[in-house]
């Protein structure tokens, strides 16, 4: 019996120092910002969860609360947008809806999405009940923002539990990230879900209005039967994007302004950008605090672009990521014929020779 007390706590005390060092390394890589030392600390931290047989409980929230506002910072703009809310907001709506969850067992109504791109951040700290969906989850492959096809998309959202009736919030990081959150939103509303919301500044925001967090494995998920529905008048193709440039539809172009003027940091064929495009990088649409602009601002930085109100314009970027964040503020602003087009660049410049359809490079 002492033994095995022994025991028990050596491998207590080596998981507990295994965790605090993997924490550390973790923090400590993550400035660096290199995918493969991450990918080092997952491991570690999966070896910790491994030796102290973690296994974290989360309850999956079952009500859907309609979008109670809060009358904090820009209550006045939150009150405008209709798929933006604040992180003060998501976390009143996740706390009464485990309120109401307490003892019921039919499926949840409320779904929390962690869309941040690094496994290891999801793992290691996340909003409690938070599924992880990373955007290259639903790409034909890594270096491809193109969507998989709509059964194996179905098979996808269905093994995450989602379903129309639920209310789903999304969250990414609005300081390092590249607008993943909007990314899962516009696929969620591009499938025909019409209940999405992204949360205002992200996780730091969620972490700073206290929302509750878990760590280790993920929570265990009910699937679903949702039957998508498509709005293909949400999404732009490759070869819906050259007949749109072809008749002088407007697009936005989401990249840096080196990526616009031709450079091609991101493996691309060849660089330039789309005749008929005006470049809009995406995080000028954030304050220096990392809100979103009010949707009046919002509206006359669109109608300075030259974007029409009920008239067809598509966003682009390398992969359709950032330009989804754009998507997500043309109809903040009211421009409700904006479209994503998810293949973007990338998919653009695999389909096109640089002389076979018009195209600029400024270089």
């Known amino acids: 019996m002492r033994q095995s007390m022994a025991l028990s706590a050596e491998r207590s005390l080596f998981t507990t120092l295994l965790c605090v060092?993997?924490?550390?390394?973790?923090?400590s890589l993550g400035s660096l910002g290199s995918p493969q030392l991450s990918w080092l600390s997952s491991a570690l931290f999966t070896l910790a969860l491994t030796m102290s047989n973690v296994h974290q409980v989360e309850g999956r929230s079952v009500s859907s609360p309609t979008v109670e506002r809060s009358s904090g910072h820009q209550s006045a703009d939150h009150r405008a947008f209709k798929r933006v809310i604040s992180a003060a907001q998501a976390v009143a709506i996740i706390n009464k809806a485990e309120r109401r969850s307490v003892g019921q067992t039919h499926r949840p109504q409320l779904s929390l999405l962690d869309a941040r791109d690094l496994s290891p951040k999801y793992y290691w700290s996340r909003a409690r009940g938070a599924l992880h969906t990373p955007w290259r989850d639903f790409t034909v492959e890594s270096r491809s923002g193109v969507l998989i096809p709509q059964g194996a998309l179905q098979k996808r959202v269905r093994a995450l539990g989602l379903s129309p009736e639920q209310q789903i919030i999304i969250y990414g990081e609005w300081e390092r990230g590249w607008g993943e959150e909007a990314r899962m939103l516009w696929l969620l509303e591009y499938l025909g879900h019409k209940n999405v919301y992204v949360v205002e500044g992200g996780w730091a925001a969620l972490k700073s209005a206290q929302v509750q967090t878990s760590w280790g494995r993920t929570p265990t998920i009910v699937p679903s039967s949702w039957e998508v529905q498509p709005r293909p008048e949400l999404r732009v193709d490759t070869e819906k994007a050259a007949r749109l440039v072809s008749t002088g539809h407007l697009s936005i172009d989401a990249r840096s302004r080196r990526e616009f003027e031709g450079e091609t940091p991101y493996g691309s064929s060849?660089?330039?950008h789309l005749k008929e495009s005006v470049h809009l990088p995406w995080r000028s649409l954030l304050t220096a605090d990392h809100h979103l602009r009010s949707s009046q601002e919002l509206k006359a930085i669109f109608l300075r672009l030259g974007v029409l109100e009920n008239q067809p314009v598509f966003t682009y970027c390398t992969g359709g990521v950032r330009s989804a964040f754009?998507?997500?503020?043309?109809?903040?602003?009211?421009?409700?014929e904006a479209m994503n087009y998810d293949g973007s660049w990338w998919d653009w410049t695999l389909n096109y020779t640089a002389d076979a359809h018009p195209l600029i490079d400024s270089r």
Do not use: K, M, P, Q
């Not at 060092?21 to 923090?27: A, D, E, G, M």
């Not at 754009?326 to 409700?336: P, Q, R």
């Open 21 to 27: 060092i993997t924490r550390s390394v973790f923090s």
């Open 270 to 272: 060849y660089g330039g």
């Open 326 to 336: 754009i998507y997500l503020a043309l109809h903040e602003a009211g421009f409700d």
